[in-house]
């Protein structure tokens, strides 16, 4: 398999493999009676046979420590988990990007997340088995053995490689139910930004050692081709996510702004400089399917720039090898009598000061045809509004965001 030392697929194929009907006939407490002669619930979209559904969701679930996260998983009973296991299901993707997701040296998280959370029925959803998983490591928490924030001080999160307490704790997992072509995947976790062209580093804040061992990816980013029924070549699931520190500099700035050109290269064949972790050269062959899934604008960074347009964001949302859907809200409640009305209908992440903001996509080729999207944000009264509640401190940090791609 191509990737940095430590990466994980795993296959779980059973005789049933794939997405379970979110529809219940035991609902949440508070949520409306789902019977079936009632209609489907307003807050989410049937899929249509044959579609192909890719979600992302920023989950944030975090600890003193990877074990720590773990061992707080195990039994299945994280109630974080449980919420954001539920959102899921009611969703049923066939694809799921969870990004803010510890990793640990095992794949232990990603497989408890699976196993004891998403294949189990939450609340009287039914659980979706995901035969397929796909985790590895990602540059937060590494310590790099710089001083890379400047402080004078050698070590702690902001001289990690990418912002963290400790390895790992911005991690991400990719959970499919279409089987991976492993021996393709190619991780670009090891890339150094002062090997891009023409890039915004900013010379003067490194010295040499620290440019020599700064990496641009924040986190990381994978391509992971998929063999989807009906399609006759694996569609390649570009992850990634981009992780801020608290109060991010000029340096933080320019560097998310590099890391949305890397992807937006990648995927586009311009990225002839980009080497992957095994040492091959290059991005996606050109007419190849693919879809972008995860954060491409780190909450942190956002409150830098909540009301002004993101550097290099839009370069990449308006260019000529990606299409934005631009998902919004699926709810039958007018946005203009939502107490969150000021809110832009397709945000998926809240910040602080009843603000919220687009941090998470889901951007297929623009050759691809899309059938539908949408953010998973029902209104208070709702169908759902208990997983997304803000008041709730088990709600997910973002909230899902999918999109359906049409079947060949």
Do not use: C
């Amino acid at each position: 398999m191509a990737g940095s030392s430590g990466a994980h697929a795993t296959d779980l194929t059973s005789d049933s493999a794939g997405a379970a009907s979110p529809t219940s006939f035991y609902p949440t407490p508070g949520q409306p009676p789902i019977t079936p002669d009632s209609q489907d619930p307003t807050t989410t979209v049937e899929k249509s046979v044959g579609d192909l559904r890719v979600a992302t969701l920023h989950a944030e679930i975090s600890g003193g420590s990877s074990a720590e996260v773990l061992e707080e998983l195990s039994g299945g009973m994280h109630p974080q988990a449980r919420v954001l296991a539920e959102t899921v299901q009611v969703n049923a993707p066939d694809v799921l990007v969870l990004t803010g997701l510890s990793y640990d040296e095992h794949q232990q998280i990603a497989a408890s997340i699976n196993e004891e959370y998403l294949s189990r029925g939450q609340n009287g959803q039914t659980g979706i088995d995901y035969s397929h998983i796909y985790t590895a490591p990602t540059n937060s928490g590494i310590d790099s053995g710089a001083d890379l924030d400047g402080d004078g001080r050698v070590g702690g999160p902001g001289d990690a490689l990418g912002y963290g307490r400790y390895a790992g704790e911005r991690g991400m997992a990719v959970f499919s139910v279409h089987p991976i072509v492993e021996d393709e995947v190619r991780t670009f976790q090891e890339f150094l930004w002062q090997d891009m062209p023409e890039n915004s580093l900013p010379a003067e804040e490194f010295s040499t050692l620290e440019k020599s061992v700064l990496r641009l990816p924040s986190t990381s980013m994978w391509d992971i081709p998929l063999e989807v029924p009906g399609e006759p070549n694996p569609v390649h699931l570009v992850a990634t996510d981009l992780n801020s520190p608290p109060g991010p500099t000029a340096p933080d700035t320019a560097r998310s702004e590099d890391q949305r050109r890397m992807v937006s290269e990648y995927v586009s064949g311009a990225a002839w400089y980009l080497y992957d972790d095994d040492g091959a050269y290059g991005g996606l062959d050109s007419g190849a399917p693919f879809v972008v899934a995860g954060g491409l604008a780190d909450a942190q960074e956002l409150q830098t720039w909540p009301n002004q347009r993101v550097p290099e964001l839009s370069s990449l949302l308006e260019g000529e090898s990606i299409q934005d859907p631009g998902p919004e809200a699926i709810t039958d409640e007018p946005l203009p009598k939502r107490r969150d009305a000021t809110v832009d209908p397709q945000a998926t992440h809240g910040l602080s000061g009843d603000t919220a903001v687009r941090s998470s996509y889901v951007l297929p080729a623009a050759a691809l045809n899309v059938d539908n999207s949408g953010v998973f944000w029902p209104a208070e009264g709702e169908f759902g509004f208990d997983l997304v509640d803000p008041a709730d401190p088990d709600s997910p940090a973002g909230r899902l965001v999918w999109l359906d791609i049409a079947g060949s």
